[in-house]
Nanobody
Framework: QVQLVESGGGLVQPGGSLRLSCAASGSIFSINAMGWYRQAPGKQRELAASIHSSGDTNYADSVKGRFTISRDNAKNTVYLQMNSLKPEDTAVYYC??????????????WGQGTLVTVSS
């Protein structure tokens, strides 16, 4: 069974930085993409950043230039470096992995969520 364990959330002041980590464990045949979604209270979930197996990245306009997504393929781990944090970045951040458990069994798994609070 695949599990995604997130860490790195917490309370930071505006302008500060945090680095989120998400480690996938279990048998994974291949990974198509990994990403970070976030959901603030009263708002729908949105994709903050994603990284494809090719290395191509995608960012929401609201975080572009401030967030950087990266990966360690050997460890099946994805990171989100968040700089110049703003109060509007406050949300629960969820890691997502899209891939395959086997050639005939697709994988789409979610982490437990980690809370990022940006406040003075």
């Amino acid at each position: 069974q695949v599990q995604l364990v997130e860490s790195g959330g917490g309370l930071v002041q505006p302008g500060g930085s945090l680095r989120l980590s998400c480690a996938a464990s279990g048998s994974i045949f291949s990974i198509n993409a990994m990403g970070w979604y976030r959901q603030a209270p009263g708002k729908q979930r949105e994709l903050a950043a994603s990284i494809h197996s090719s290395g191509d990245t995608n960012y929401a306009d609201s975080v572009k230039g401030r967030f950087t997504i990266s990966r360690d393929n050997a460890k099946n781990t994805v990171y989100l470096q968040m700089n110049s944090l703003k109060p509007e970045d406050t949300a629960v951040y969820y890691c997502n992995v899209d891939g395959w458990l086997s050639p005939f069994n697709a994988l789409n798994a979610w982490g437990q969520g980690t809370l990022v609070t940006v406040s003075s």
